[in-house]
């Protein structure tokens, strides 16, 4: 019994992790600041938010002071009742809509082609967190993003590539 909670704490303590690495792509603060977050599902193609990344990594932003707006293609009607407080968008790029940061937490395939430009365009900052790596630094970089991804070594400034 100990081992599993031994995993349940340290896969926690991940998911808060990226809620750290999100904080870090916005200055070292993210209060008073719109976060934007594109998946809210444990996995794409589903609408299970049962052990959701999205739930800490949200809960971390919430007490570093973040406004999270977000968008999941199928489960929002299951994430409401796990997230009253936040702000759910019609569409991604409602989504990004006045955001300070943009954060892709699950990996669906309609957050693999979205319009960079776009995004850019009615963000108040270009800053991209991937936390799925569902993008190539030079491509997001190309566009004027700064970009953080997991593991990713390379390019991340805007203009790099």
């Known amino acids: 019994m ?3 909670e031994t995993v349940v704490a ?14 870090q792509a916005c200055g070292g603060s993210v209060r008073g600041k719109t976060i934007a977050i594109l998946g809210l599902t444990f996995k ?13 990594i949200i809960a971390g932003l919430q007490d570093g002071g ?3 707006r977000a968008y999941d293609p199928e489960g929002m009607d ?25 954060v892709i937490v699950t990996e669906w395939n309609a957050f693999r082609a979205l319009d960079l430009a776009r995004l850019g365009a009615v963000m108040a900052s270009r800053i991209l967190v991937d936390l799925r790596n569902v993008y190539r630094p030079e491509t ?22």
């Not at 299970?48 to 739930?55: F, G, K, Q, T, V």
Request: proline letters at 6%.
């Open 2 to 4: 100990r081992l599993v």
């Open 10 to 23: 340290v896969n926690e303590s991940r998911k808060r992790a990226m809620a750290r690495k999100v904080i």
């Open 44 to 56: 794409p193609n589903t609408d299970d938010m049962r052990d959701a990344p999205s739930l800490a």
């Open 66 to 68: 973040a406004r999270i």
């Open 78 to 102: 299951q994430a409401r009742p796990l997230l009253p407080d936040i702000t759910y968008a019609e569409d991604a790029y409602a989504c990004a809509e006045g955001a300070d940061a943009l």
């Open 140 to 161: 997001v970089t190309r566009h004027g993003f700064h970009y953080v991804g997991i593991g990713v070594q390379g390019l991340t400034e805007p203009g790099a590539g």
